[in-house]
């Protein structure tokens, strides 16, 4: 389950950024929201597909509470989901 987990932190990632630094900036400096539409709706999901595989990934890497929160918490912070992966999961393989 884990590099199902990765890829999808890492496209979670990847559509956080684009919506901070292009689509939004698409939509309210150029008046062109229809980008943001797309990205954000797929956004959505990652990100819902996100949380589900940290909850369910955490009794496989035996993490606690803590660690689990810091993994959630990734999931808002620009860039978040790639330190996560570096720290949590990739020393695994």
Request: hydrophobic residues 50%.
């Amino acid at each position: 389950m884990t590099p199902a987990f990765r890829i999808i932190s890492y496209l979670e990632g990847i559509s956080y950024l684009l919506i901070l630094f292009v689509t939004m900036p698409l939509k309210y400096m150029f008046e062109s929201p229809e980008p943001n539409k797309v990205i954000g709706m797929a956004h959505g999901f990652l990100f819902l597909a996100y949380i589900v595989f940290a909850i369910l990934i955490k009794s496989e890497k035996k993490w606690n509470t803590k660690t689990l929160v810091i993994v959630l918490l990734c999931s808002v912070i620009p860039f978040g989901t790639f330190w996560m992966d570096k720290k949590y999961l990739a020393k695994d393989n």
